[in-house]
């Protein structure tokens, strides 16, 4: 595989792959990697290669011309070649990628830097875009060098172990599983027994089960991506079941204060829709309790009754499963009183999160928040709103608000029960 980049900056290559594995793998002719000083395919005396953006603006642009030169005096039309620009604009890099690109013949990367390339060298002559992390970066240069890093792994011959980058991090999804060497005991710690055991099946299913568990407990969003045996997914449920970050979040389902379709303040009405569905949700997203916020004392008798029917009378007979989630329910007069209940049984005060369908200023996002309940201490009660929303004095007071729901159209009608399904799945699914 032939290696081409585009910067300004060659020496910064020098030292880089003069060592290690890929040193090695240029000295056998397995890859070859080549730089390219962008100034050589300048025509000025000053060799510039960048200049002010069109429209005014801070930074500099590359400027098309040397860019396009470079590239047509590198690409060898007779080997399968594509064209990369490192740039933050791009697909994140990942193993998939490393492993796509590794099919290729040669490889031509340009470096950004500045304020990136004259967009018409991205119409013309870039294949693919790629970043390596949502972070900035001095220049291109760096992500060059990780980006062939990993791609030359996947390349015949670099590697003295053919497999070794099909069993890494990342192969299958799944981060790989601890390693261990001699001595046997190391400061009290042992090695476990299963690696000693020279049982060859017992091992890799040990090794399988360990990156599994690995990946759920520190990059989750990974398990979506690996396919599973049914042992393994009964693996995982286990780990589900004890994992300590589902048991932080309370919801509540709240009738007033809201308002109405003409904003006025009013108290909703119970349905019994909401309060089975949203506590099936609840309940498959391990949420640890989920109330009514219902001040009306007739309302309140008639939940008790639904309830009492699930989880005392009959119904709890016939549908165990909707038993099971209605134990979840409690019925409160008003959100003050849930907030101090869930203080009372955590010990901490629960940051209030409010959900709206309407766009705000400094609201939060998903991922943000799903990181905050999974690092942090604290237990979270997350407010849903009956009729056209909770009130503004609800939001004003919380301590976050949660970005509104939003798909390919601006219809943004959706039940508090299909909101809530969607909300939890976004912030506790795996």
């Known amino acids: ?12 290559f020098d030292s880089l792959f003069s060592v290690g594995i890929l040193n090695r793998a240029q000295e056998r002719g ?13 025509r000025d005396k000053r ?31 007779d080997l399968k070649s594509v064209v990369i620009l490192t740039t933050p604009h791009g697909e994140v890099f990942s193993d998939r990628i490393a492993k796509e690109v590794s099919e290729f013949e040669q490889v031509i990367i340009i470096c950004g830097r500045y304020e990136g390339v004259d967009e018409r060298i991205r119409e013309k002559y870039v294949e693919r875009e790629i970043s390596i992390g949502d972070y900035v970066l001095s220049g291109g240069e760096y992500a060059a060098s990780v980006i062939i890093d990993a791609i030359s792994r996947f390349v015949p011959g670099v590697l003295g172990n053919e497999a070794s980058p099909y069993h890494d991090s990342f192969n299958e999804c799944l981060l790989e599983h601890p390693q261990y060497t001699r001595p046997h005991v190391f400061r009290g710690k042992r090695v476990p027994q299963i690696l000693l055991s020279g ?9 399988r089960l360990e990156s599994i568990t690995r990946t759920l407990s520190r990059k989750p969003y990974l398990i979506d991506r690996t396919n599973l045996t049914f042992e ?14 589902r048991t932080k979040v309370y919801v509540a389902l709240v009738h007033y204060p809201v308002y109405n379709k003409t904003f006025k303040k009013i108290t909703t009405a119970f349905t019994n829709l909401d309060v089975h569905d949203m506590s099936r949700v609840c309940k498959t997203y391990g949420v640890k309790g989920f109330y009514l916020v219902q001040p009306v004392y007739e309302q309140q008798k ?10 005392k009378g009959p119904g709890s007979s016939f549908n165990p499963t909707r038993t099971d989630a209605l134990r979840l329910v409690s019925i409160r007069s ?17 940051k209030v999160v409010v959900t709206d369908a309407r766009h705000r200023n400094c609201t939060i996002g998903y991922q943000e928040l799903r990181e905050k309940i999974q690092k942090g201490t604290e237990p979270y009660l997350i407010l849903f709103g009956t009729g056209w929303g909770i009130v503004n004095e609800v939001l004003e007071s919380a301590d976050y608000v949660l970005k509104p729901i939003v798909g390919y159209t601006n219809y943004n009608h959706l039940s508090v029960r299909s909101a809530a399904a969607i909300v939890l799945d976004r912030l506790l699914s795996i």
Do not use: C
């Open 1 to 12: 595989m032939k290696f081409d980049v585009i910067t300004i900056f060659p020496q910064f």
């Open 30 to 42: 397995i890859i070859k990697i080549n730089t390219h000083n962008l100034r050589i395919y300048t």
């Open 232 to 245: 393994e997914i009964n693996h995982v449920e286990r780990l589900i079941d004890k994992d300590p970050r």
């Open 199 to 207: 049982n060859h099946k017992a091992i890799k299913k040990w090794r």
């Open 47 to 77: 060799r510039s290669v960048d200049d002010r953006p069109y429209g005014g603006g801070s930074g500099m642009v590359f400027k098309p011309t040397p860019l396009a030169r470079a590239i047509e005096s590198i690409k060898n039309e």
């Open 302 to 311: 008639l939940v008790e009754a639904v309830l009492s029917h699930w989880i």
């Open 334 to 350: 008003s959100i003050d009183e849930a907030v101090d209940q869930i203080e009372k049984q955590e010990g901490l005060k629960p």
